[in-house]
């Protein structure tokens, strides 16, 4: 035992047992392990996890939304542009669909008599005159036309038997991002 009253060598297990006082805990006794308390979340730890998902979301939105608004802009020059044809050339009947209402993609549609209406050379010599330019096609349509609008490529498919021929339909699609459907 030293003057501090420790014992300084550790006991070998072979001495015999001395009662301890009351208080006194044998050394080779397991100490109890430390309880593992749970961590609560902490009310702002909740709120800035929060406020980061709100403010990820409405950045998604946003952003789908400046999507949506350029689709929406392609759509409306494809639309402006067959009403101008309209106008010079007058169809029977007309569908129009804008994009992301049934469909990813805009598509406005001009259906012409069987008696009447332009030939497929008039609109197709009308459109290349307003900046549409001609694309081979492996479709059925006779003639298959494009135009960029701000980095939209709008397409116009005439369907009709042959270049002298009357023209059945019209069709006109304006691509849309799904990305800009997505919260529509």
Known sequence: MSDSGFVDEAPSGREPARHAAPN?????????????????RSVP??????????????GLWAWSSRV??????????????IDVMDRTLVPLGHGEMPPCQEAGDGVVTRTYP????PQAAELIGF????GWTREDSASPALAVLERTVDGHT??????????NALVESLTGHSPASSFGCLLR
């Open 24 to 40: 006194h805990v044998p050394a080779t006794a397991p100490t109890p392990e430390p309880e593992r308390r749970r961590r609560r």
């Open 45 to 58: 730890g909740l709120l800035f996890a929060l406020l980061v998902v709100g403010l990820v979301g409405f």
């Open 68 to 81: 949506h608004a350029d689709d929406v802009a392609a759509y409306r020059a494809l639309v402006t542009q």
């Open 114 to 117: 069987e008696s009447t209406g």
């Open 127 to 130: 459109l290349t005159g307003n």
């Open 154 to 163: 709008l397409t116009i498919s005439v369907a009709a038997p042959s270049e």
